[in-house]
């Protein structure tokens, strides 16, 4: 069965840093663009970045600079590294998986992992 597994969030200072991790198994993803978006308390959920398994990215533009998407095929896992993190940066932090590069459609979600910035 598909499972896409988030793991990586906490509690963090503004100003630092975590990294987000991804566990991607259950079937074969080398044909799915992998993703990952957020949602705040009482705001929808937002895209952050995407990635192919030939690495590459794209980044929403308000996420462009502290945010950086990666993957390690061996794994078949993804990573999310943020940096300089804000208090408006707390958020429940999602994985996902789709085969239409647009996101109109995503096939798969993690369980989310909850990331909180303190001031």
């Known amino acids: 069965q598909a499972q896409l597994a988030e793991s990586g969030g906490g509690l963090v200072q503004a100003g630092g840093s975590l990294r987000l991790s991804c566990a991607a198994s259950?079937?074969?993803?080398?044909?799915?663009?992998m993703g990952w978006f957020r949602q705040a308390p009482g705001k929808e959920r937002e895209f952050i970045a995407a990635?192919?398994?030939?690495?590459?990215?794209y980044y929403a533009d308000s996420m462009k600079g502290r945010f950086t998407i990666s993957t390690d095929n061996a794994k078949n896992a993804m990573y999310l590294q943020m940096n300089s993190l804000k208090p408006e940066d707390t958020a429940v932090y999602y994985c996902?998986?789709?085969?239409?590069?647009?996101?109109?459609?995503?096939?798969?979600w993690g369980q989310g992992t909850q990331v909180t910035v303190s001031s």
């Open positions: 996902a998986a789709t085969r239409n590069a647009s996101w109109s459609t995503v096939d798969y």
């Open positions: 259950g079937r074969t993803y080398s044909n799915y663009v």
């Open positions: 990635i192919s398994w030939s690495g590459g990215t």
